[in-house]
Each structure stands twice: as structure tokens, then as C-alpha cells.
């Protein structure tokens, strides 16, 4: 095979990993599901190309029909390969949750975005009288903690505006409104910070940070008493930028490499 075939092979390979792989993404942000012609919409390519990708990604299961009224979304073979996905993050980064709950001794965790509800993958509980102890697995309103905003503000805007439910659900007197949170998310966007202040829990409050990872998206956390936290903001707020940076330079994604 001469260079120049071989360079052609390679790109037409890059090209169908990269359509397969928006078409994925178009299930993901759909999870009820979706049909071809919605498909071919969304991704702009020809409706035959996409049937083309769905028949071999059903083949590998991951991607799966929804029956007799038509449709795909994504399937078990996804799913796995996500949960595989999030133990592997909880080994990677729970010495880093470690160290920095006994930095600041304060509870701290790792979470992912569900919907709108955010899920405690993991957590590390700080051996002191007063403490803050949460279970893990816990779904609770994205919208009310800043674990959950700050993955909030990496949504598109129209993804966000669909995900949110009108009116946001009321947890405390504090808990935010709708239109309030979403001028907060662009603040958060854009200086990377979270918190919330008796929004979820009264009493609590809790600063995050976003992980961007090779392995998804994550937030961290350090949740503690209102009582101790106001003296404290601009050291814990220092102290999980530093840990971001570095679980980051470790895990964290890759520079793309445009192709020539």
C-alpha cells in the first residue's frame, strides 16, 4: 500500500469514529431516544450514513432500538463501559480526596452530573465532632448544590434550558429561582468556582471546582457547617483549585491534535 493510500485509509477510519461518535453524543443528550431522520438532523449527515453507523453500533450494543414504535438510544454495552468509566475515576482520585479533606478537615466528595440530579460517586468523611456526613450514591437537585452547578455551567445553553425543571425544586427558604441560578451559572462558567450557602441543606454550605478529565466530567467538593465556613472561603476555595490542578495534570484531557 503506497503513503498516500495509507493516509487516506487512516483518515476515512478518524472520520467514521468521529460521525459514530456524534451520533452517540445526539443519543446522550437524548435519552429518550430518537429517531433516524431525528438522528441525520441533528449530527447533518445523510439519513443512509446513519442507518450505516446505528446497524453497526447496535451490533456492538451500544446503541439499541426502542421496539415496535422506532427509534434508538443508547445501549447496555454503553452503560457498562460508563460505570467501568466512574471506577476507575473514584481509584484515581480518592487519594486527592483524601489529602484535601485532611488538609482542611472538612468532608469532601466526588460527583457526576444525572440528569438534573447530582450523584455522589464518592466520598471522604473529616473525623471532627461537628461534620457533615452524606452517603454515597445520594441523587439530590443539581441545582441547589455547587457540585452540581458548577457541572451545570458546562451544559450548552439550550441543553440547559431543557434540562431545568420550571419551576426549580425548593429544598430551603435559600434555594435558589430559576432565572437567579442561571445568571449565577454563567459567573461559575466563567471563573470555574461553585458554591452554595444553606441552598440544599440550611445549616450547610459547600464550594466546588470542575474535573476535566479524560474520563468525563466530575466535580469536587468540600462541604462543612455554615459556622466554620465564612472565616474560611479563600482557603478552601485555594485549596480546591490546587487539588484540581493537580489530579488534572494526571488525568486530565489530553491537547487535541488537529489533523493536517
Do not use: W
Amino acid at each position: 500500500m503506497s503513503d498516500m493510500q495509507e493516509g487516506s485509509g487512516k483518515h476515512a477510519g478518524i472520520q467514521v469514529i468521529a460521525r459514530a461518535a456524534s451520533v452517540m453524543r445526539a443519543l446522550g443528550s437524548n435519552p429518550q431516544g430518537l429517531s433516524l431522520g431525528a438522528i441525520a438532523q441533528v449530527v447533518d449527515l445523510p439519513r443512509s450514513t446513519v442507518q450505516r453507523i446505528i446497524n453497526a453500533l447496535c451490533v456492538e450494543h451500544l446503541v439499541e432500538t426502542l421496539g415496535p414504535a422506532g427509534g434508538f438510544r443508547l445501549g447496555p454495552a454503553f452503560g457498562q463501559l460508563v460505570t467501568q468509566a466512574q471506577v476507575d475515576i473514584i481509584s484515581l482520585v480518592r487519594p486527592y480526596l483524601l489529602a484535601l479533606s485532611e488538609a482542611m478537615q472538612e468532608s469532601t466528595c466526588l460527583s457526576s452530573l444525572s440528569g438534573d440530579k447530582v450523584y455522589v460517586l464518592d466520598r471522604i468523611v473529616a473525623e471532627r465532632e461537628l461534620r457533615v456526613v452524606f452517603p454515597i450514591g445520594i441523587h439530590v437537585p443539581a441545582t441547589a448544590t455547587s457540585g452540581g452547578k458548577v457541572l451545570l455551567a458546562e451544559l450548552p445553553p439550550d441543553m440547559l434550558q431543557a434540562l431545568l425543571p420550571d419551576p426549580l425544586p425548593v429544598c430551603t427558604p435559600k434555594t435558589l429561582a430559576r432565572a437567579v441560578l442561571l445568571e449565577q451559572l454563567q459567573a461559575i462558567k466563567a471563573n470555574n468556582l461553585a458554591e452554595d450557602q444553606d441552598e440544599y441543606i440550611e445549616g450547610l454550605c459547600s464550594y466546588a471546582v470542575l474535573l476535566d478529565t479524560y474520563l468525563g466530567k466530575y466535580s469536587i467538593s468540600i462541604v462543612l457547617p455554615n459556622s466554620r465556613a465564612a472565616a474560611r472561603a479563600e482557603v478552601l476555595q485555594a485549596a480546591l483549585q490546587a487539588c484540581k490542578r493537580d489530579i488534572e495534570e494526571v488525568i486530565g484531557r489530553s491537547p487535541r491534535v488537529e489533523q493536517g
